[in-house]
């Protein structure tokens, strides 16, 4: 079972969108879980992030309705996406929901943001409207995951620094805290394309998530 959290800076876009990243996984024969979250500003950071804990509870408990195996439950994400799939890491599940450590096998963030603090500081926040407090609880990088799991953070070679810095500080910080953490620099990618791997499942993000999975 697959589960899979859009970008879209936390104000745009939908599931709607990204139907497309089950071409990538149902092939192997995974049930693939594309999931929504509130907008900011209809709601805060911090509520986003518990929409997708929710999510991920509700695809664990109901994983046989749908053909899915939640012993096997992997998430990814993209761009904002990707942060709210690291923030899944650091998530005491039995706390939150009576859930199993390990309830995340495994995850996979692609032009992912995991400091909030640039993103604060800069024009978006007109409209995230973060604190400092905020930027620092919601950042992955100055997080430590409650249960090590393999970890794939992937960058467009193309993408620009800060996503570079960002994929690169994480995998730096979680490593660290002993996480299997990979980078992987994709040539050739944009922040963009690289979401667009996933429309096929011989592409190389594909075959590396699917790998863990």
Known sequence: MHIFIHGGYWHRFSKNEFSFVARAFQPAGAAVV?????????????????????????????????????????????????????????????????????????????????DLEPIRLCYLNDVLNLTPEVALRNSPVHLVPETPRPTLIAVGGDGGPEYYRQSADLVAAWRKQGVPCELMDMAGHNHFSIVAELERPDSQLSHAILARM
């Open 34 to 114: 594309v999931i929504n979250y509130a907008l900011i500003p209809t709601a805060d950071m911090d509520e986003l992030v518990r929409q997708c804990r929710a999510a991920v509870a509700w695809a664990y408990r109901n994983a046989t309705s749908f053909g899915g195996d939640r012993e096997r439950l992997t998430v990814s994400g993209h761009s904002a996406g990707g942060r709210l799939a690291a923030m899944l890491l650091a998530t005491d599940w039995e706390a939150f929901a009576g859930l199993p450590a390990d309830v995340v096998k495994a995850v996979s963030g692609f032009s992912g943001l995991y």
